[in-house]
Every structure is written in C-alpha cells, then in structure tokens.
C-alpha cells in the first residue's frame, strides 16, 4: 500500500503493534480500553486490515514510548521519539481533531434542521394548514424537500465530499469569516434555497 509517496506495509506494521501489545503484556481489549476505542479496532491493526488514524497513532507511540516513523515502517528505529517529532505529530493530532469537531458541528447542525423541517411538515399536514393557505402549501414542501436535502448533506459530510467541495470553493467565498449567526443564517437561506430548486425540478420535470 502507497501513502503519500511512501510503501507501508499494514501487515508488517500489524504484526509490530501487536509484538508492542504483548511486550506490555496486555489483551486486546485492555489497549482498547487505554486508547479509547474498541477492541475490534485494536484486532484490526494488529491483523494488517486497517491503520490508526494520525490522532490514534499519537496515543499509541507515547503508551509504547516509540517514534510515529518507527510505527509506520513497522520496526524500532530509536529508542524514544524525538521533540521535533512529537511536536509535528501533536500539530497533526490536534488538526485531525480539529476537523472532525468541526464536521461533528455541521452534522449536528444539519440534523437539528431536518428535525425542524419534518416536525414542522407533519403538523401542517395532520392539522390540514397546507390545504388552505396557498404560503402554508408552499412551506409544506419546502419542509418536505429540506428534509431529504439533510439526508444528502449529512452523507456528504459523513463521506467528506462537502469538504472537498468547499476546500476548493474557499478562494471565491470564505464562509469561515461570517460570525456564527450569520453562518446560521446563510446556512438556512441556502438549504431553503436548495430545497425550493430541488422541489421546481420534481414538480416541473417528473409531475411529484
């Protein structure tokens, strides 16, 4: 397997965690427990079948006192990691971390707006509002479309294609920059906004 230029063997590297684990003299499930992950994820490092993410592999060279590089290449190369190393492994751990409560965020945000959108169609729909009132009929499908518009932006972020997209997007239009009321805002305008597309396209194209 290729990262970033560099061959890494997992199955080598497996069998160098788990050669780690038993030097300790510890199961599975007790590393699992010092790392804050479960023991079916300790198996599969150790079987070659997954890596540990850059946050993990920090923990995991400062429990074994060993270096990031040494873990990578699957062997001891020295017996501690060095300051420079640690000090590049932390800002990696701390930008990983960083990024998935951000994402965490974003996904909580969403989610909080589909609930709306479908508590808000379900009592339109049971107390008959949308029948009478032409604006009410309009919000009830808007409500209805921004419910599967959550759907699909929180698989994106889940798959990290929003971040793809808006990592290329930023030179144009720096949404970081807003205050966090105006991102609520401009969040909500461009989710209506895109449910009010996606609702023209169904009605106008497939007669829905």
């Given at each position: 397997m290729m990262k970033g230029g560099v061959e890494v063997d997992q199955v080598k590297i497996g069998n160098f965690l788990k050669k780690l684990r038993k030097e300790k003299g510890i199961t599975q499930e007790q590393l699992a427990e010092i790392l804050n992950v479960s023991g079916r994820t300790v198996s599969r490092w150790e079987t070659g079948n997954n890596m540990p993410d850059i946050s993990i592999l920090v923990d995991i060279a400062d429990y074994y006192d060993i270096s990031i590089p040494e873990i990578i290449s699957g062997e001891r190369k020295s017996e501690m990691m060095n300051e420079e190393e640690r000090k590049i492994a932390k800002t990696m751990s701390d930008y990983a971390t960083t990024e998935k409560e951000k994402i965490f965020k974003e996904m909580k945000l969403?989610?909080?707006?589909?609930?709306?959108?479908?508590?808000?169609?379900?009592?339109?729909?049971e107390t008959g509002a949308y029948m009478y009132n032409d604006v009410l009929g309009k919000l009830a499908g808007y409500c209805e479309t921004l419910v599967s518009v959550s759907v699909i932006m929180m698989a994106a972020f889940t798959t990290g294609s929003l971040s793809k997209v808006r990592s290329k997007s930023r030179k144009v239009f720096v949404f970081e920059n807003f205050s966090k009321p105006m991102q609520l805002v401009v969040t909500a305008v461009v989710a209506f906004g895109g449910a009010a597309v996606i609702k023209l396209v169904l009605v106008y194209f497939f007669g829905l």
């Open positions: 969403q989610s909080v707006m589909g609930v709306c959108a479908l508590v808000l169609y379900w009592i339109l729909h």
